[in-house]
């Protein structure tokens, strides 16, 4: 469960929707990301978890192929992801910034349709599907009522809701989002975390989504993925991560694990 | 200046310790080779021993002792002289960027000298030194008054600084362009020459030097607190404001002065503290010394190397010309290792929230519908000797071949700034780019200025390409670095700033030189429209034409580049490409709109926004509102500059820069603020 190659999902499946192999990513002649190799299936939500400078951001940005890697072969849906074209993967995969910019004067509708982009490209028309690819959109991530509002007057959470459902509207297999909640309240992140692990299930996504906190990340994922320096040191299901000894091999702290009075699930604690 | 090009290479960007560690070598060695050169100056210049001594040797000791031994000796000075001044200005504003001549102080002395000597002798009482003085004052003023509330942000800083300069030049051009080639030597001696003919100017630089060197000496203490922040150097005690507005004070005394007897020696205030960097960590006594000592003995050496390779016509070059040269790419250098700007900060977004918007339809047709207005009154109202007129008929059919070329030039013109404005700000996502701040139209007036100096008479289509040329390049340059820095935004305005700076001193230096192609510049830098011809004006009438629908086609890219790299990416826009297509356009747009009107409007800042308040801020509809919007501005500034001041007409640029100044400095003052 703690292998170091990381083979989350156990049993190989058809074809992975991501396969690395020797990854590696430098910095000023430092390795972020030590020769990596890691395997992620389809359809699952993979909670990427991890210290300050772990990589776990470095690695989705390799993954979104914001970053490109040093060295190493980086297979998506079993093909290179160099060999995408620019809109290809734009309709394959839909990543989310840790820090989403203004979106100067747009509003909640504008935002969500450049998400469209990828399918009707710089001089095609905007099509009836790629509207109602929008309305869709709005509707998932519950904000037809603010369609008309600038994005910029929204509260923290709705402007992540709205940038969500921008990914949504890009009608992607894939979503990677880094840190979402990061800017959000307790409330907003489990509405967000929640949204998107409906979406994940209503419409068979695949997600891989960086957080922060422990707990959230179990609540959210099927499968989490826990770096250090850029190196797997913990994989598997929630329940597994969830330990004493493998939470004080992330967090290099005293950790202790309950369970939740409700639930069963178990929630870290620091001791 | 071999010293500069081998030091530079011994720093690397992630050690800030380079290998010349101790205590300063660097300044102990620059000091001794100046020495060592001047040296050399004054024992090639001695004249022949007085016994046998006939009239021409008589003359040689006469030049000897009242211009040789004063110039070197002013080459220390005023060098120490700037050094003191710019390493006071870093260590008050807490901005490595500081120094006169970025700071706009020392173009404000220089406008307030030209205006006296034309206009206003009564500044003259006080000697030279007193009207630069003042000028200076005024700069740093406006300055602190533009950037007060914003907490003296560094990037505020140097913007307004940047503005500041701008305008002032632009207006001691006006000046000269009023007064024909009489004060053409201002421009000459604006360019930051050395040349002496008595002790008088360097006793009293001197005099100042010595003590506001003093002065600094005493205030070392307060100085060192006040590198830290305001407030924890207010905990600490000190007075805060009156330390910073006196230090304030002598760093401009010194640098007015120095602007007075010798014009303006840009960058020499900025390589003396960041040279002085290099060294190993030190106090900040032995810093500030530091810096004094290699900006004397760079300004020395420089004037030294001059004289020494250029012999006996050196005088055509001015020190401070090249001493530019080589400050824009220190500038350039710096940027990356600038530590003390904290890029952290927040993304500038637009100055405030654009109201949703519901008819974008309705707001372009009442654009349109004033921009129809415009043309009518730039056509038809008119002043004569008796009054106002309303041509119509055969009397407008006389009035056109003179108000029409004008008219075509100045709305197209608008048109085109507005666009690269836009552009610009949407690629960068910086709501302050645009072609007059990031520097493009100063680049594209160095490719018009080096065309010039090879064929005065050139062809206005060749004219056009270099001027592209200039601005393309630019450009990618500030582009390039910030870039390399991960696009930060505030480090682009600084790449921006830095490519101004470093433009505008090539052009300044060129315009000293005093040649028939120095009228011609001085005449652009004003964006004078007089003397346009209407074949010139179809001319940049049809680039509008070719060049408006390629960005009206793009505008989704505008709309996603917007949102910054990682999300257009994301959403399948090939970057390179987009990015490569609109440079192209921006260059090409800010290269017309700069040829006509010169590089100073600002319109291409303003339209975009003005654009944004009425609630267009994306797509289609915001191009279309910033191109009525430019057009109309620079319509109705091209027919109040004609009206303002008859029977005379003032500068188009500089008068567009008049009317949109008001609407940056609202900007710096308020706008930026909101978005913290």
Partial sequence: MTSANGNAAG?????????????????????????????????????????????????????????????????????????????????????????????????????????????????????KSDDEMVHSALAATGLLTYASRPVDSLSGGERQRAWLAMMVAQDTGCLLLDEPTSALDIPHQVEMLQLVRRLSRERGLSAIVVLHDINMAARLADQLIALEQGRVIAAGPPEDVMREDVLARIYGLDMGIFNHPDTGAPIGFVK | MANLASTSPTTTPTVPRPPLSGLGILPVSLLGLALLFATVRVMLGSPASPEQCDLACRLDTVAFSYSLLPRILMGFLAGGALGLSGVLLQRVLRNPLAEPATLGITAGAQFALALATLHVPVLLVFGREGAALLGGLIAVSLLLALTWRRGLDPIAVVLAGMMISLMSAA??????????????????????????????????????????????????????????DDKSARSLGLAVTSMRLGVLGLATLLASIVTAHLGIIAFIGLAGPAFARLGAQRTMGQHIAAALVISAAL?????????????????????????????????????????????????????????????????????????????????????????????????????????????????????????????????????????EVLGIGASSGVGLCLLLLVAPFASPPLKLLCA???????????????????????????????????????????????????????????????????????????????????????????????????????????????????????????????????????????????????GLSRGRGHILASLALGAALLGLSDWLARMLAFPYQLPLGLFASLLSGPYLIWLLCNGRGNSR
């Fill in chain 2, 299 to 435: 300004l020395s050496l420089t004037d030294s190397i001059l004289a020494l390779t250029i012999g006996l016509d050196y005088d055509r070059v001015p020190a401070g010309a090249v001493t530019a040269l080589l400050g824009g790419p220190l500038l350039l250098w710096l940027l990356p290792r600038l530590s003390m700007l904290q890029p952290g900060e927040k993304p500038t977004s637009a100055a405030q929230a654009a109201p949703a918007i519901h008819a974008p339809g309705k707001i372009l047709l009442g654009l349109a519908i004033g921009l129809a207005l415009i043309c009518v009154i730039g056509l038809c109202v008119g002043r004569g000797p008796d009054g106002w007129h309303f041509s119509l008929g055969s009397q407008l059919a006389d009035m056109l071949p003179w108000r029409l070329p004008r008219l075509i030039a100045a709305l197209s013109a608008g048109a085109l700034l507005a666009g690269a404005g836009l552009i610009l700000q949407k690629l960068t996502g910086n709501a302050l780019a645009s072609p």
């Fill in chain 1, 11 to 127: 049993q190989p499946k058809d074809t992975p929707l991501f396969h690395l192999q020797g990854i590696r990513f430098q910095r000023q002649g430092r390795d972020i990301i030590p020769p990596l190799d890691l395997s992620l299936q389809r359809g699952k939500v993979y909670g990427l978890i991890g210290l300050n400078g772990s990589g776990k951001s470095t690695l989705l940005n390799l993954l979104a192929r914001q970053l490109a890697p040093s060295s190493g072969s980086l297979l998506f849906e079993g093909k290179s992801l160099e060999g995408y074209g620019d809109k290809e993967l734009a309709r394959r995969l839909a990543y989310m910034p840790q820090f989403t910019p203004p979106a100067d004067g747009m509003t909640v509708t504008d935002l969500v349709a450049l998400g469209r982009f990828a399918w009707h490209g710089t001089l095609g028309r905007f099509s």
């Fill in chain 2, 468 to 614: 592209s040329v200039g601005a393309f390049i630019g450009l990618g340059v500030i582009l390039l670095l910030s870039r390399r820095n991960g696009f930060n935004r505030e480090r682009l305005l600084l790449a921006g700033v830095a490519i101004g700076a470093f433009a505008s001193a090539i052009l300044s230096a060129v315009i000293a030189m005093g040649t028939p192609v120095s009228f011609q510049l001085v005449v652009w830098l004003s964006g004078a429209t007089n003397d346009i011809t209407l074949s010139g004006a179809l001319a940049i009438a049809a680039g509008v034409v070719v060049l408006v629908p390629p960005l009206i086609l793009v505008a989704r890219w505008l709309d996603l580049l917007s949102l910054g790299d990682m999300t257009a990416r994301a959403a399948g826009l090939s970057l390179a490409p987009a990015r490569g297509v609109l440079i192209v356009l921006a260059a090409l747009m800010s290269a017309l709109a700069t040829l006509t009107v010169g590089p100073l409007s600002f319109l291409g800042l303003v339209a975009p926004h003005l654009a944004r308040l009425l």
């Fill in chain 2, 171 to 228: 207006a001691t051009a006006t000046l000269i362009i009023f007064n024909g080639d009489y004060v053409f030597s201002l421009f000459v001696w604006g360019g930051g020459s050395l040349v002496q003919q008595d002790w008088y100017p360097a006793q009293v630089i001197a005099a100042v030097f010595v003590l506001t060197a003093m002065a600094s000496a005493l205030l070392l203490r307060p100085l060192a607190i006040l590198g830290l």
